[in-house]
């Protein structure tokens, strides 16, 4: 599968010469001091800009994953990819997250410049956030040069959590409107952040699951206890697939069909414990969420209380696991 280059090269000289924040503001003092901030941009041609890059993929699909929020200084507002520490977690998470899809798929997963947690306000559309727009179109860029110099034709799977799964569906609501990619598109899953009613209306290449191996298809999901109120991430008019069953009806899903939550050091990538038969599951269609009450008390950082965001993987481990190759055992049977 090739695509036209001239896109990545607009897109790679606008972001790195002129930064979006940058090119409202003007020539200006205030303009170079901002200038200063902006940590350096990928170059998705070099190695040293993806957190993983198969050099001899074997497996007969893809994924490619964004990774979720994991810097939280208030100066620069965005991440330097070439932080080590922030570079040490990011592979991480390719096995406490990435790792349900990796075991099926070739990884493939940038650097991206995300924006800090203290710059984003859940009140405001994060997509019109000039900050959140330098690590976004990072990844369009990113995807943009797996397209067409790594994907070699193979379908794919998108994958994401939290802020990852909103660049994903911006790259989504912009990119996917192309039958090329909705074709090559095993299945998008966008968990930890809300697709919702409206993004189906505007948007009518976004399709919900409705069941376990329908392909070409978005999962979105946000974990938390109930009557949790305050989710930063659950939007109005959010979708919801119970990881369980893979449907959106709110029938009870009982913890026999939790094939296992699995544990991580996030940022270590090593499993703490495995629990079969963890919790079990609901969904709320009136507030969109997935609600679940776990069987000991858990850790939930800074979120809200109940909101579990911070398990939207781990709770489900096994069963996105299962997931993953059902859907991928589908695409080629409908091929």
Not at 77 to 99: E, H
Not at 172 to 183: A, E, T, V, Y
Request: aromatic share 12%.
């Amino acid at each position: 599968m090739r695509y036209v280059l001239t896109a990545i090269l607009f897109s790679f000289f606008s972001l790195c010469l002129v930064s979006p924040v940058l090119a409202v503001e003007g020539n200006t003092k205030k303009s170079q001091a901002l200038l200063e901030c902006i940590p350096a941009c990928p170059d998705y041609s070099k190695n040293i800009s993806w957190a993983s890059k198969p050099v001899n993929p074997q497996k007969s699909v893809d994924v490619f994953y964004v990774y979720p929020t994991i810097y939280p200084k208030t100066s620069p507002k965005n991440m330097d990819i070439f932080d080590k520490t922030l570079r040490s977690d990011v592979q991480g998470l390719l096995k406490a997250q990435a790792g349900v899809f990796s075991g099926s798929a070739n990884l493939f997963a940038p650097y991206y410049r995300q924006v800090t947690f203290a710059c984003l306000d859940p009140k405001q559309d994060m997509m019109l956030n000039s900050y959140f727009r330098i690590g976004a179109d990072d990844v369009h860029r990113a995807f943009d040069y797996y397209l067409n110099f790594l994907n070699n034709g193979r379908p794919f799977i998108l994958a994401a959590h939290s802020q990852g799964s909103v660049v994903m569906l911006d790259l989504i609501r912009s990119r996917f409107k192309d039958p090329k990619l909705q074709n090559a598109l095993v299945a998008a899953y966008l968990i930890g952040y809300s697709v919702t009613d409206e993004d189906l209306k505007n948007y009518p290449w976004i399709k919900p699951a409705q069941k376990a191996d329908d392909t070409g298809v978005v999962i979105s999901w946000n974990t938390q206890a109930p009557g949790a109120t305050g989710s930063p991430v659950l939007r109005p008019g959010a979708i919801c697939i119970n990881p369980l069953t893979w449907t959106t009806d709110e029938t009870p899903a009982d913890k026999s069909l939790n094939l296992g939550a699995v544990f991580f050091d996030d940022f270590k990538g090593t499993i703490i414990r495995e629990v079969p038969h963890y919790t079990g599951a609901r969904v709320d269609k009136k507030i969109g969420a997935l609600i679940t009450t776990p069987p000991e008390k858990v850790e939930i950082g800074h979120f809200p209380k109940g909101v579990l965001h911070k398990f939207d993987y781990a709770f489900w481990y096994r069963n996105i696991e299962k997931n993953v190759q059902d859907r991928i055992k589908s695409y080629f049977k409908k091929q």
